[in-house]
């Protein structure tokens, strides 16, 4: 059996701006007409662009604080201090998603209010404007604990599996599947970018041959994703979890009164 699928940029999207109609400006830009099981990787800035999700740039260290639910960790470097948040959206990363790349000169970019949202949307416009049954996600670059670099993953969905659970099932030699469940949203988002670049003013894909992933619009979105709090081993950085620590110890120490000598 021969699988393949295959990615391509669509080129050509103009500046966005305040108020565009995201979909039919993607729908022009296609290529090709898309067809069913066709999944589209949209970077979530122009999303955020289009939504008027800007803010001055003078403004951004406040804007992280706004958009930011839970510190993890903190990192002085020199003069600056990188704040690694969980923010609105439940997404553990540097500055809450809040970037200056690819934004207006003196602005700074926050993620779409409601990515699963914003997906849905798009997806809807899409689908009426070429009768084809797509999926669509958005995704945005984050860095991950314990490694170098940068990927793309997937922080809003609609009309996709973003999941491909194979538990319960087996495996070539056939022993049981029993907690395999490839993020396939986040894979896609990941291979995309690929594609996009940050550089090409490429901000959409066409991701072809995984039809098997593309379903109803009201299926779980990205926010699925996250790891629930009493699920997550690593819901500190080792800074900040040995200052709650020591706090604690303390707290418990003063609790018993003064030590007693023998």
């Excluded at 955020?48 to 800007?54: D, H, I, T």
């Excluded at 704040?83 to 990363?93: F, H, K, T, Y």
């Excluded at 003013?201 to 072809?208: E, K, M, S, Y």
């Excluded at 379903?215 to 500190?236: E, H, K, Y």
Aim: hydrophobic letters at 45%; charged letters at 25%; one cysteine or more.
């Amino acid at each position: 059996m021969h699988v393949r699928y295959s990615i391509e940029g669509v080129e050509g999207l103009p500046e966005i701006t305040e108020g565009d109609d995201l979909a039919a400006l993607i729908v022009e830009a296609l290529p090709e007409p898309l067809a069913d099981g066709d999944i589209l990787v949209v970077t979530s800035k122009i999303v955020s662009k289009a939504e008027g999700r800007v803010v001055r740039a003078d403004d951004r260290e406040q804007a992280i604080t706004d958009e930011t639910v839970r510190v993890v960790a903190t990192r002085r470097t020199g003069d600056s201090v990188t704040r690694i948040v969980e923010n609105r959206l439940g997404v553990v990363g540097a500055a809450a998603g809040v970037d200056a790349s690819n934004a207006p000169e003196g602005t700074v970019l926050l993620l779409p209010v409601d990515p699963d949202a914003s997906a849905r949307s798009l997806a809807t416009g899409i689908r009426a404007l070429t009768g084809a049954r797509v999926g669509v996600l958005l995704s945005d670059t984050l860095g991950r604990a314990w490694r170098e670099g940068q990927t793309d993953i997937a922080i809003g969905a609609a009309g996709v599996h973003v999941f491909d659970d194979l538990r319960g099932q087996t495996d070539a030699t056939g022993k049981p599947l029993a907690v395999t469940m490839p993020c396939v949203a986040d894979e896609l988002a990941g291979a995309a970018e690929l594609v996009k670049g940050k550089a090409a003013g490429v901000p959409v894909a066409v991701v072809r041959g995984l039809g098997r992933l593309v379903g109803d619009l009201d299926l779980p979105g990205a926010r699925t994703i996250v790891r629930p709090a009493d699920r997550d081993l690593f819901r500190q950085g080792a800074d900040e979890a040995y200052d709650e620590g020591y706090r604690a110890g303390f707290d418990e120490a003063q609790a018993e009164g003064p030590l007693r000598g023998a």
